[in-house]
């Protein structure tokens, strides 16, 4: 049975600093795994998407890895601002299929001003 | 302006009472979900569509309903709602073609079931 864990559940760090999100699945036969972010109130944001035969994904200041032996992603952020404060989740599909979706419950990232 | 829009945004009723939660997207994807967000339980899929009148459950299908007549629109029914149905629902939508691509999701419906 797939299951997702995101570690920590909180994080507060200072502007300016680059930090790394965590995401861990038991099931390492993967279709693809994705990281969203989500403000207060609002529904999720798709961030980045990495297909299983990719290694990492890039956009902006996010960068997203992959390592499927291992059951993990990362998700780094550079250079952190406070518009970065949101909840951050990634997701993977169960199996090898990319129809049923199983979250984390998300990283509540706090950016201090 | 491509969206996936849920309505109602907000809505408190009591046990029993049918309801429904629409849901519809304005970029011809396939596949549709509806989820459930809960504290302490995060983001479970209640039900999915790959296409019209194709739809499966997902992990908390239990006391819902979905229909997928039209491409554009998949509702979420509660036909006898219960207060452990109270929830912050979301409804998704993304292309099958393409290879993989995103979810787009809506704002989300706050139910409340007294």
């Known amino acids: 049975k797939q299951e997702v864990t995101q570690i920590p559940a909180a994080l507060s760090v200072p502007e300016g600093e680059n930090l790394v999100l965590n995401c861990s699945f038991t099931?390492?036969?993967?279709?693809?795994l994705q990281w969203f972010r989500q403000d207060p109130g609002k529904g999720l944001t798709s961030l980045l998407l990495?297909?299983?035969?990719?290694r990492e994904q890039t956009s902006g200041r996010l960068n997203a890895s992959l390592d499927k032996s291992s059951g993990r992603s990362t998700l780094y952020i550079a250079a952190s601002q406070p518009g970065d404060s949101a909840t951050y989740l990634c997701?993977?599909?169960?199996?090898?299929?990319?129809?049923?979706?199983?979250f984390g419950k998300g990283t509540r990232l706090h950016i201090l001003p | 302006e491509a969206q996936v829009t849920q309505n109602p945004r907000y809505l408190i009723t009591v046990t029993g009472k049918k309801l429904t939660v629409t849901c519809s997207q304005n970029?011809?994807?396939?596949?549709m979900s509806w989820y459930r967000q809960d504290p302490g339980l995060g983001l479970r899929q209640i039900y999915y569509?790959?296409?019209?009148?194709?739809?499966d459950k997902g992990d908390v299908p239990e006391g819902y309903k979905v229909s997928r007549k039209e491409k554009r629109n998949f509702p979420l029914i509660l036909e006898s709602p219960s207060p452990n149905q109270t929830s912050l629902y979301f409804c998704?939508?993304?292309?099958?073609?393409?290879?993989?691509?995103?979810?787009?999701f809506g704002d989300g419906t706050r139910l409340s079931i007294l």
């Open positions: 998704a939508s993304r292309p099958l073609t393409g290879g993989n691509q995103p979810q787009h």
């Open positions: 099931d390492s036969a993967i279709y693809n």
């Open positions: 990495i297909q299983s035969s990719q």
């Open positions: 997701a993977v599909p169960r199996g090898n299929r990319d129809d049923k979706i199983i």
């Open positions: 970029m011809n994807h396939e596949y």
């Open positions: 569509s790959m296409n019209v009148e194709v739809t």
